[in-house]
């Protein structure tokens, strides 16, 4: 059974920056398409960004775009989300997820998703 493993997570001020990181020990992330998820509380889990097996797709919700970047280094078996210029509203659980290769033409929902990590907090002060 693939098990995702997140870190990273922290407190940060507004503005910020912070870099989460995803993997997969004993398991090779570079099959699966990898997406980010977030959970803030009282809210709906949310699409955050997904990326191709190999990397060479990515997409990104609305409210993070230009200022989040996926990306994955199968070399390593880990996938990163680089998260700049975060504001309050940013604050959530922060999940990675797998799924097997798919294609990623939009920003795939959490239902499209197999296996899930724990999350990670984020929190943004003000």
């Known amino acids: 059974q693939l098990q995702l493993v997140e870190s990273g997570g922290g407190l940060v001020q507004s503005g910020g920056s912070l870099r989460l990181s995803c993997t997969a020990p004993g398991f090779s992330l570079g099959y699966y398409v990898i997406g980010w998820f977030r959970q803030a509380p009282g809210k709906e889990r949310e699409g955050v960004s997904c990326?191709?097996?190999?990397?060479?797709?990515?997409n990104y919700a609305d409210s993070v775009s230009g200022r989040f970047t996926i990306s994955r280094d199968n070399a390593k078996n880990m996938v990163y989300l680089q998260m700049n210029s975060l504001k309050t509203e940013d604050t959530a659980v922060y999940y990675c997820?797998?799924?097997?290769?798919?294609?990623?033409?939009?920003?795939?929902?959490?239902?499209?998703?197999?296996?899930w990590g724990q999350g990670t907090q984020v929190t943004v002060s003000s």
């Open positions: 997820a797998a799924t097997p290769p798919t294609y990623i033409g939009r920003l795939l929902s959490s239902r499209d998703y197999t296996y």
């Open positions: 990326i191709s097996s190999s990397g060479g797709t990515a």
